[in-house]
């Protein structure tokens, strides 16, 4: 009875709180564990590398066009016009110009992304077509998320990656908004202003969860990506070595002369190899 009681009451307290409020209670577990995936870390202690940062850019590209895209396809929805902030928030742009700026003009020949940023990118173009509402709960955890922490994140990656001043930064920059703090209440404020029934909004909720889960697992790919990229590396370096070393072993029949031409024949393919890895 008690139970039932406690489940009641967390029912009705539900119904009447903000969706924004909403959210950040089903998500606070969620966003932890985003937090502390490998590749957050990095970004928290400092020690952000280059080919992270180029690899998260390739899924936040592919990420970013399945939502904006949408977005601008269902920007007379009820529930996404009052959130519809594309002079603002949009990052699409400045996401091309970072992927040029890393990868240069045929940038697009170029992207490799974790199966996980395909079924983000997949569920984003499902929603949009069959669920509007629930980009919502998508919009809110990245683009909010993205301006609460790009100013920070991108210092960080600035002083990790030794960047001059906005050179491959532009992601974490928002020149529409002059003021994070207000542009967050009025968003929050918008948000919560959306008409939803009780399903839908549950459907929100429920979608808010995903999205973070969608996140975590990006990561996730993204780190596994590098480790088995940097354990090829190593295991390339490896077998170069001891190719190296083997064949140094010259037979002691040949003359002196002989042996010198050949030992830096053999050094200079093995450093000709190493430069093309």
Known sequence: ??????????????????????????????HVRAENTELM????????????????????????RALEEEMDRNSNHPAVAPIYFPAELARIKSIEKDLEYFYGPDWREKI???AATQRYSHRLRQIGKENPEFLVAHAYTRYLGDLSGGQV?????????????????????????????LFKQLYRSRMNSVELTAEERNGVLEEAVRAFEFNIQVFDGLQKMLSVAGNEQRQSSTDSKAVHGKTLQIPGTFSPMLRMILGLFVALAAVVGLYAL
Do not use: H, W
């Open 1 to 30: 009875m008690e139970t039932e009681k406690r489940t009641q009451k967390s029912a009705e307290q539900t119904v009447t709180r903000d969706l924004s409020e909403q959210i950040k209670e089903v998500t606070k577990e969620s």
């Open 112 to 114: 490799v992304v974790p």
């Open 41 to 64: 870390l990095s970004f928290q202690r400092g020690q952000v590398t280059l080919p992270q940062y180029k690899l998260l850019l390739c899924s936040l590209y592919e990420i970013y």
């Open 153 to 181: 994140l991108g210092r960080i990656a600035q002083k990790s990656m030794g960047l001059k001043s906005g050179e491959g930064l532009s992601f974490f920059a928002f020149p529409g908004v002059s003021s994070p703090n």
